[in-house]
């Protein structure tokens, strides 16, 4: 209960520095303070597949409910978390460089990544019994993880193909990145995580009701 | 379990299909089928004028990839409209199942691309000016589409609304493949020789090698399922 109203509060002090107290971008400018939302949520979003993959793992060993359950929760979230990159960014990107949309690496990354949630979620309500989805959808989520790093890291580097992401800029502007933006970045990164982890926590509270109540009605 | 007698086992099941399939020939019709038909929508459309090399590459490759949507998951859901898979189970290990099913797919999109391939370079009034490369992209290409599409295929054959939902799977999957097939078929169209694909080529080839080694460890999930 505690954690929930520290998360509410540490969440609101970080919107309201990010447009009061951190300062704009020297060459950006206000549209800089994007990445104190854009890049947050793109982490969780990219975090929630990949702890979506580990529980599909881990029911693939255990054969646990609870595992396949968890792992539904986080595609769940990373789903809710990854239209919001995808949404900022298109803003972003129609500030900056013209257009909402022009399938940068970046973009057709964020967009696969998507299409794999959509199947993800397509394939487990195409199942109705619960075992045969637990374990079919652990396997889908693990072959489509394995195809994100290579789209993230192998696709934009084949020669030929410009980014107009500004990830280079930043990361090696990162040092003299202002301090002040720099801490309410890093604060708003640990937000965000926290407010997935709690809304983790949360579906899966619901979870375990469900569970208990079926087992409860099979003793009956 | 002895590799010599996995990989006659994984022979024996791609001769079994393949011989089903040439009595039926049902794979074959509706992949070709469907090919031809959008091929020639697509030519009529343009017909006076000929594409540029980028467009020509993408719609090969639409071409290809929809018309495999269509029958390469009917090796697996087949077993299961039949229930003969309980009798596959029985007499194979599921690795064997999965790389005949495999080699099985590889040849029908094989065969089809005998076909649409050819009518393409006529159809679409492609001037081909680097054989090389062309037939490496398809080859390449093709091994990857149906090294990614096989475990997809065995996890549909299990759910409910089979055709749709296959394509909706596969996609993400195979997207990496299809750009680098893509990219190769316009560098061949564009007149570039090997040497200017280097990069896509061991990329492919890494990927193809990537997800058959995971798809064949995580095959066993979905078959004894």
Redesign the interface.
Known sequence: MFIKYLLGIWMGAVCLAAFVWAPADATLGEISRIIFFHIPTAWVSVLGFLACMVYGVRYLRSRDEKDDAAAAVWAEIGLLFIVVATVSGAIFAKATWGAYWSWDPRQTSIFVLFLIYMAYIALRSAIDDPERRASLSSVYSIIAFVTVPLLVFVIPRLPGIQGLHPNEAIISNKLNMDLKMLAVFIASLVGFTGVSLWMFGLKMRFVALRLSDKAEAKEV | MKSSSLAAKAFAIFAKDLRSEVRTRYGVGSVALFAVTSLVVASFAVSPYALESDAQSAFLWVVLFFSSMSGLSRSFVKEEETRTSLALKLSAPPLAVFYGKMAFNLTLMIAVELIVVPMFLLFMDVSLKSYGLFIVAIVLGTAYMSAATT??AA??S????KGT?FA??S???T??GL??AV?MTNSALAGLGMSSSV??IS?IIA?TV??TV??SM?FE??WN?
């Open positions: 475990i997809v996890i549909i299990k759910a409910n609304s939902l909706v799977l996609f993400p999957v997207m990496p750009i680098m990219r990069s896509e990329g990927f990537m997800i995971l798809s995580l999930f979905v399922d």
